[in-house]
């Protein structure tokens, strides 16, 4: 399992246009232009899966991107957003799968572990091959942001079939049974947690913090008023879809 996830996670991040090499950079999202091009490329590949509706704004976004405790952490070529995650840290509102797992959620947190979740999984291209060397580092800096916010423990709820990716690559424990998903029609869902402390002293642990990105990459200003009215505006019109389930 260790051994995997050092694979994935050790791999260079960078395509080739016209033989030369570019890099993809990894950051949170900190414009609206970033957070439009994530939303874009979530519905194009939700579309895609036959898990949404279509809307004519084209874009997948969900009540807890409104929130401050809320990150979409992208991967951009040039100025063009290709691949992105989203990760909700805990907080009042708690978290899109307490619609599924508040109780099991709830037993986590009594053990005074501060959660987030994440999910919106997406890439611009069809290749799993390629995205799963992108996610690798989306992950890392997600995990590395969650850190050093206090945040102790990632949750997600995926699809069964993706369950053992998420173990073998990433190390992730199921800690929910299969639900229905009402906001992906109704499609199946397992509940896994990463808990930071467990991976303490692995390979995976180092590949996931040993090498720490800068800090200026850890936080981002607030999003502006008038960001957010347009992104509650384009919530609206889109229905307000709930989950983020990484489908």
């Known amino acids: 399992m260790i051994s ?8 260079q991040v960078e395509v080739v246009v016209a033989s030369q090499p570019r890099r993809l950079e990894i950051s949170l999202a900190s414009s609206l ?7 874009k490329i979530l519905y ?18 969900t009540p807890f991107h409104l ?9 951009k070529l040039e100025e063009t957003v290709t691949s992105t995650l989203t990760m909700v840290s805990d907080s009042p509102a708690g978290l899109p799968m307490d619609n599924m797992y508040h109780e099991e959620l709830k037993g986590i947190r009594q053990s005074s572990i501060r959660l987030a979740e994440i999910g ?7 290749s799993p ?21 206090g945040i102790g423990a990632l949750v997600v709820a995926t699809h069964p079939r993706h369950a053992g990716f998420y173990t073998r690559s990433f190390g992730f424990e199921q800690f929910g049974g299969i639900k229905g998903c009402p906001y992906v ?5 397992v509940a896994m947690i990463l808990n930071f402390d467990r991976i303490r002293g692995t390979a995976l642990y180092d590949c996931l913090f040993g090498n720490p990105f800068e800090e200026t990459l ?17 919530l609206d019109s889109t229905a307000g879809v709930e989950s983020t389930v990484d489908a």
């Open 4 to 11: 995997t996830a050092a694979s994935v996670l050790g791999q």
């Open 33 to 39: 232009s970033d957070l439009l091009g994530s939303f």
């Open 44 to 61: 194009q590949a939700y579309i895609r899966a036959g898990l949404v509706n279509e809307n004519k704004q084209q874009v997948r976004l």
């Open 67 to 75: 929130l401050p405790s809320t990150e979409v952490v992208i991967a």
């Open 120 to 126: 919106c999984l997406a890439d611009r291209r069809q």
């Open 129 to 149: 091959v390629r995205f799963v060397k992108v996610f690798g580092e989306l992950a890392r800096l997600a995990v590395q942001v969650a850190s050093s916010r």
């Open 185 to 189: 029609k109704g499609n199946p869902a």
């Open 218 to 234: 850890l936080t981002r200003e607030p999003f502006d008023d008038a960001v957010l009215a347009y992104l509650r505006s384009l």
